[in-house]
């Protein structure tokens, strides 16, 4: 029996400093501001901050002189926001932040007078996330790389037939594959992020922009090994995405009817003596629980392809279905079994759990 699988997985390319071709995301910081320097249209200067946080101005105008960033809106917009630099001889205050831009890391302070430590001294130094440039392929979904429109995002993944874009903030994702660098377009495609539903005349007028955050392409031509895949997002005004994972696809199934879908939550209630409710908000993840129809066929091949990933993070996409995006999952298997019920298809149960 011959099944069309609409529950696929997309196992990501490790992306490494040689696949990230260029972004116009910035990693490095642009000179400081300086008063007598005029600026051109779309020039960039830092301003420094407290705690190590740096922003990054774009000039609005040229022949820009005399205009403090901050306090000259019609003149400077604000690019996107960095931290400074790691420097040994530098003393750093508690939870003071640096960046390493050799392994593309945030760090924090973890005590004061910290001069001279090693980054990767745990004693004096925290790892905090992926920087603005490289947060979109750590293993988080709650970091993002952010600047202003257009974030342009040019790749050198190998062969590729699946993207995945979670948590986006943009009104289009646009997505181009050639086939070198530089070659012929192979495959080219212009994704709507805008969600909003508008069932009336006055939904048009006054219905909230609602923001679709996670995509997953499926059909990216695989043979082009030396590719190159630009992924571009714009909007009005900053634009960002948590999550890009370009990977191999990988059919599984049929999902039956049935799913279940709901979150983890790590939000902590806590009740005293007197039964009062102290609730600390915090984030939450995904989590589905899918019955899946497999060809009996690829039995051996399933098993196999699963027990691999074990440990392995992911994107589940629990159906092909328009309208069921709490099944399509950036995460990873808790458990999952093969029930061996009929001569031509098997039963596969999955528990899946997103990353946050």
């Excluded at 390319?13 to 972004?23: I, K, P, Q, Y």
């Excluded at 007598?36 to 301003?47: D, E, F, I, Q, R």
Aim: charged fraction near 15%; hydrophobic fraction near 40%.
């Amino acid at each position: 029996m011959n099944l069309t699988p609409d529950m696929l997985i997309v196992k990501p390319h490790t992306m490494t400093d040689a696949m990230l071709t260029s972004s116009t995301a910035l990693e490095v910081a642009p000179a400081a501001y300086a008063g007598g320097t005029t600026y051109a249209l779309n020039a960039k200067a830092s301003v420094a901050g407290a705690a190590g946080l740096i922003t990054v101005y774009r000039s609005k105008a040229g022949s820009n002189t005399g205009n403090t960033p901050a306090s000259s809106p019609t003149w400077w917009e604000v690019f996107c926001t960095l931290y400074q630099a790691y420097n040994p001889l530098t003393p750093y205050a508690a939870d003071d932040r640096v960046q390493d831009n050799t392994a593309h890391k945030i760090y924090q302070s973890v005590q004061g007078a910290n001069t001279g430590h090693a980054l990767t001294d745990t004693d004096w130094w925290i790892p905090v996330s992926a920087n603005n440039v490289w947060a979109p392929f750590d293993d988080e979904i709650g970091t993002a790389t952010e600047c202003l429109s257009p974030l342009a995002i040019v790749m050198r993944p190998g062969s590729t037939s699946g993207l995945a874009i979670f948590d986006a903030d943009a009104r289009i994702a646009q997505v181009v594959m050639k086939d070198a660098p530089g070659g012929t377009t192979v495959y080219t495609r212009d994704v709507d992020l805008d969600a909003t539903i508008v069932e009336s005349f006055f939904d048009w007028f006054m219905s909230d922009f609602e923001q679709l955050t996670d995509v997953v392409l499926t059909d990216l031509p695989a043979q082009f090994a030396n590719c190159e895949l630009t992924v571009t997002f714009t909007g009005g005004g900053m634009v960002g995405v948590g999550v890009l994972k370009p990977g191999k696809v990988i059919g599984i199934g049929k999902t039956k009817m049935g799913a279940k879908v709901g979150i983890v939550s790590y939000t902590k209630k806590v009740r005293n003596d007197f039964g009062n409710l102290t609730i600390v908000r915090r984030t939450n993840s995904k989590k589905n629980t899918l019955a899946v129809v497999t060809d009996a066929k690829r039995f051996n091949v399933i098993y196999q392809i699963l027990a691999a990933l074990d440990g392995v993070l992911c994107v589940f996409i629990g159906t092909q279905r328009v309208g069921y995006l709490p099944l399509l999952v950036y995460g990873f298997y808790v458990d999952f079994s093969i029930d061996v019920e009929y001569s031509q298809t098997h039963l596969c149960a999955l528990e899946i759990e997103g990353v946050i």
